[in-house]
């Protein structure tokens, strides 16, 4: 097949593809098509997400259906200065990669079927690289697993995925970042402080201990001004809500959710919190968990390999840099999330089963004015 041949026009469908090979049965093929009719989403993702195939046994086929090869990425080489020509928010969210320049070839990996419009993507994405006579460059295509081109981008990345992690706030919103300094008001409150301390040194025990009272009341009073303030503020009116229940909510109707779950130095809850998250009455081909590990984390690392997870579940070993603090490892789950809706769960929360599905229904109802809920973490 040429580089530029286009894909067989009426493979057979994937689904018999794969009971042809022997990777599914009858039963389970009509299970996963009677799947795909409620949620609407690809055969392929309903049998992976579901533990029915594995993703590089789906990919194989997916390859042989369109007539591309598969790589294994976390084998072959990588052209990093390649890709760094690319912007990696792109190769994740467009599902391909590049892997050389090869004469008048440029070697593509890909998880998505091949076409003129992925074709155009990676050529306006490099900038129409051309070969030693002035031409376009054919793109020969080869197919790889999601998973892999996101492992191949984190590794070509690192120094960008840890400066978004780290700096992307101070770079973009210095007066929201904590590593600019002490704010103005910040700075007028610890002159006050420091004059308060020194007058109590200078000042008898009575009037030391009067200075004293005199600033606890002072918070005191300010913290109970800002509650009545805030009581006194009228509240906006809710839309009504759906009539019908959030877990009776339309599977095809969900969108994507990505669930971060960072975790540092707590070996012995991870198996604890993802039992829990387990439970999430949201379907499994809709849902991404993002497990968060810091690099020096050994152990943690260790007991999160060794448990045998659910496919949906993804280890991601966060980049070594200062501060080293779940935040930061959020940012880095934020690089990689494909989620429409995402969040947050820390190790000892035990979320109710059907938290995500209430929280699509509420952004639902509010609109676009409601960016974030708070839910409770322990039912």
């Known amino acids: 097949m040429s580089p530029e041949q286009p894909p067989i026009e009426?493979?057979?469908?994937?689904?018999?593809?794969?009971?042809?090979?022997?990777?599914?049965?009858?039963?389970?093929?009509?299970?996963?098509?009677?799947?795909?009719?409620?949620?609407?989403?690809?055969?392929?993702?309903?049998?992976?997400?579901?533990?029915?195939?594995?993703?590089?046994?789906?990919?194989?086929?997916?390859?042989?259906?369109?007539?591309?090869?598969?790589?294994?990425?976390?084998?072959?080489?990588?052209?990093?200065?390649?890709?760094?020509?690319?912007?990696?928010?792109?190769?994740?969210?467009?599902?391909?990669?590049?892997?050389?320049?090869?004469?008048?070839?440029?070697?593509?990996a890909t998880c998505e079927p091949p076409s003129g419009e992925l074709r155009a993507q990676i050529r306006e994405a490099l900038g129409s690289p051309?070969?030693?006579?002035?031409?376009?460059?054919?793109?020969?295509?080869?197919?790889?697993?999601?998973?892999?081109?996101?492992?191949?981008?984190?590794?070509?990345?690192?120094?960008?995925?840890?400066?978004?992690?780290?700096?992307?706030?101070?770079?973009?919103q210095p007066e929201q970042s904590a590593a600019s300094g002490l704010s103005r008001a910040q700075r007028v409150v610890l002159v006050l402080l420091a004059l308060l301390v020194a007058g109590g040194l200078v000042a008898t025990r009575e009037e030391a201990i009067a200075i004293l009272v005199l600033l606890a009341e002072g918070v005191l009073l300010g913290s109970g001004a800002l509650r009545l303030a805030a009581s006194l503020v009228p509240g906006r009116r809710r839309p009504t809500p759906p009539r019908r229940p959030p877990w009776e909510r339309d599977d095809r109707d969900l969108p994507l959710y990505t669930v971060l779950l960072p975790v540092h130095h707590e070996a012995n809850m991870l198996a604890e919190l993802l039992e829990h998250v387990g439970r999430l009455d949201y379907p499994a081909e809709k849902l991404e968990l993002l497990v968060l590990l810091e690099a020096d984390d050994t152990e943690t690392i260790a007991a999160a390999r060794a448990l045998r997870t659910a496919a949906t579940v993804r280890l991601v070993i966060v980049p070594e840099?200062?501060?080293?603090?779940?935040?930061?490892?959020?940012?880095?789950?934020?690089?990689?999330?494909?989620?429409?809706?995402?969040?947050?769960?820390?190790?000892?929360?035990?979320?109710?089963?059907?938290?995500?599905?209430?929280a699509v229904a509420a952004f639902a109802a509010d609109g676009e004015r409601t960016v974030a809920l708070q839910a409770r973490l322990r039912s």
């Open 10 to 108: 009426t493979p057979p469908p994937l689904g018999e593809a794969l009971e042809y090979a022997g990777l599914i049965d009858r039963v389970t093929l009509v299970w996963a098509l009677a799947r795909q009719r409620e949620t609407g989403q690809r055969l392929g993702a309903i049998l992976v997400s579901c533990g029915l195939v594995h993703r590089l046994d789906l990919q194989r086929v997916l390859g042989a259906l369109w007539g591309i090869p598969f790589v294994d990425l976390l084998t072959h080489p990588l052209d990093e200065a390649l890709a760094r020509r690319c912007d990696p928010l792109r190769l994740l969210a467009e599902g391909w990669f590049p892997l050389r320049l090869d004469g008048d070839r440029l070697l593509v």
């Open 130 to 172: 051309s070969d030693a006579l002035g031409g376009p460059l054919a793109i020969e295509l080869r197919t790889t697993t999601p998973l892999d081109v996101e492992r191949a981008v984190t590794r070509c990345f690192r120094e960008d995925v840890t400066h978004r992690a780290t700096a992307e706030l101070r770079t973009l």
């Open 321 to 358: 840099a200062l501060p080293q603090t779940k935040p930061k490892a959020c940012n880095v789950g934020l690089f990689l999330a494909r989620g429409e809706l995402l969040t947050v769960y820390d190790a000892e929360d035990r979320p109710a089963p059907g938290q995500l599905r209430a």
